[in-house]
């Protein structure tokens, strides 16, 4: 095979793309770059307001589990929002 080989490494695992045309291993590994730079460079998420403490828990954890059983929060979102709620109890 001709052309140009990538190989990329990661964890002690490694992967090798060969057969790729002049050019292609460079700019593949410029675009990769720009996007873990972008990624880095982009500001943390802002936290999710917290309930407020007049809250009842009850209520705010059979409204959690409603949310969970509709598919609108993932398990470990339930689980998280879960022992935050208890936390305050």
């Known amino acids: 095979m001709t052309g140009e080989t ?6 002690g695992t ?9 050019g292609q291993a460079d700019a593949i ?4 770059r720009q996007l873990k730079d972008r ?3 982009a500001p943390a998420p802002a936290a999710a307001p917290e309930a407020p403490a007049t809250a009842d828990p009850m209520a705010q954890l ?4 409603e949310l969970h059983a509709k598919g609108v929060l ?5 689980q ?3 022992t935050q709620i208890l936390s305050r109890m």
């Open 6 to 11: 990538l190989t990329i490494t990661h964890s």
């Open 74 to 78: 993932t398990d470990d979102e339930f």
């Open 62 to 65: 059979e409204r959690l589990g």
């Open 14 to 22: 490694s992967a090798v793309i060969t057969g790729l045309g002049h």
């Open 80 to 82: 998280s929002q879960k």
């Open 39 to 41: 990624a880095s460079a």
């Open 29 to 32: 590994a410029r675009a990769y």
